[in-house]
Every structure is written in structure tokens, then in C-alpha cells.
């Protein structure tokens, strides 16, 4: 099974001011919960354990759009640098796909991809799905069955986040960088309605913000 940073249902997190949070944000947010260096230095761990494990053949990373593209940048710079500085190293090549699943702060039943380049691009690689947070699981459930219509030779997940939630289908990707408590966390490209996805920490959205921020 996939080990992870757990964060606990308890964790307090950090005040605030402690660290530099855009203005117009200020009044949104409870807490940060994972600070931008932790996700950073976890991130940097993940690219040496994927390519420990998928390394040697083409890899063909898929950023799930919108919310993985900040992870998705920083673990492809982190598998770069490990290419760039070993003697063995990986071609790496990039595709996007974009889902849609939230409306406010809940998962809806229907999953759709609203773009990106096509699945069947993928047929006969190794593909490595990069998403931002499992939290049922349906999104990545639906993605996962979508793209086994188009043969991949091989394809892993990893998600920077996976929530503790009784809503959970059970499904687990194959690499998790934390673990995280059933609360709606905004920050490094997660987003409520759009907004947060430029704040650099993971934080945890007050009621208030959420009441603000309604569709
Ligand atoms: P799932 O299909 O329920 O696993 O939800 C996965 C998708 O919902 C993720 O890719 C996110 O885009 C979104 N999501 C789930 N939880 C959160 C959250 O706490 N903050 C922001 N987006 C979330
Ligand atoms: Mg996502």
C-alpha cells in the first residue's frame, strides 16, 4: 500500500499571519494546513519513488486539469532534475485532460471530461495520471475506465492529496503525498468555484468564504 503524510483530524494547522497570504484572501481562510514547503519537499520524495518504480520505459504523464496543474508542474520539475542528474533517466512526455465533478463544496454525481487531448493518444504507453485530491474517488474511477478502453501498457496514479472520508468508494491511487481530514481545502491550484487556486499553501476555507464564494 501507498505510504503518505497523514494529516491528523485533530491538526491545528498554522496561524495565518505566520506565513504570507494574498490580502484579498485573508478573511477566507481558518488555517493553513499544509504550508507550500512541505507540499514541495513531499512532491520532491514522490518523483524519486514513481521513478524508481516506473522508471526505464517512456513515461507519459496526464495532468488532470485544472486543479493538478501545480503539482503536476512541481513533480515534473522534480522528475527532471532526477534525470538530469543520474545516469539513468526517463523520457518524459505531457498531456492534459480536463474533468469536471464540483459544484460549491460537493462532489456531484456526474463526472465529465470537458477537454484536453485525446485518450487514445495513450494506447500502448506507460501513463502516469497526476491529480490533485481523491476524495470518493469517482472522478478517478470514471478517468481510470475511460482511458483502459484505449490500452495504456501500464498506468499509476498519483494524487498530492487523498481526503479521510466516509464518502470514499475505497478506491486508493498508487502514490499519495498526504493524507488529509474531510474538510474543503482551497490552495496550490485547489480551488472553490474557481477562486484560491493563487494561494500557495493548502488551507482550510472558513463557512463564511464559502457563503461568499456560492454559485
Ligand atoms: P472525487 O471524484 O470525489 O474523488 O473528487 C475529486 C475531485 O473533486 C478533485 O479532482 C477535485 O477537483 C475536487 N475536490 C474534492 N475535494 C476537494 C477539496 O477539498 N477542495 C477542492 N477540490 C476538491
Ligand atoms: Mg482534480
Known amino acids: ?4 503524510l497523514q494529516i491528523a483530524d485533530d491538526e491545528k494547522g498554522y496561524d495565518l499571519d505566520l506565513f504570507c497570504v494574498p490580502r484579498h484572501y485573508e478573511n477566507d481562510l481558518d488555517k493553513v ?18 521513478i524508481q518504480d516506473m522508471g526505464g520505459h517512456h513515461i507519459v504523464a496526464l495532468c488532470v486539469l485544472k486543479g493538478g496543474y501545480k503539482f503536476f508542474a512541481d513533480l515534473l520539475d522534480y522528475i527532471k532534475a532526477l534525470n538530469q542528474n543520474s545516469d539513468k533517466s526517463v523520457p518524459l512526455t505531457v498531456d492534459f485532460i480536463r474533468v469536471k465533478s464540483y459544484c460549491n463544496d460537493k462532489s456531484t454525481n456526474c463526472v465529465k471530461v470537458i477537454g484536453g487531448d485525446e485518450l487514445s493518444n495513450l494506447s500502448g504507453k506507460n501513463v502516469l495520471i497526476v491529480e ?40 486508493r491511487p498508487d502514490y499519495i503525498g498526504f493524507e488529509v481530514p474531510d474538510a474543503f481545502l482551497v490552495g496550490y491550484a485547489l480551488d472553490y468555484n474557481e477562486y484560491f487556486r493563487d494561494l500557495s499553501h493548502i488551507c482550510i476555507l472558513n ?3 464559502k457563503e461568499k464564494y456560492k454559485v
Open 1 to 4: 500500500m501507498a505510504s503518505f
Open 33 to 50: 494546513i499544509i504550508p507550500h514547503g512541505l507540499i514541495m519537499d513531499r512532491t520532491e520524495r514522490l518523483a524519486r519513488d514513481i
Open 132 to 171: 490533485d485530491i481523491v476524495e470518493t474517488g469517482r472522478t478517478m474511477q470514471t478517468l481510470l475506465s475511460l482511458l483502459n478502453e484505449c490500452n495504456p501498457k501500464m498506468v499509476k496514479v498519483v494524487s498530492l492529496l487523498v481526503k479521510r472520508t466516509p464518502r470514499s468508494s475505497g478506491y
Open 207 to 209: 463557512d463564511q468564504a
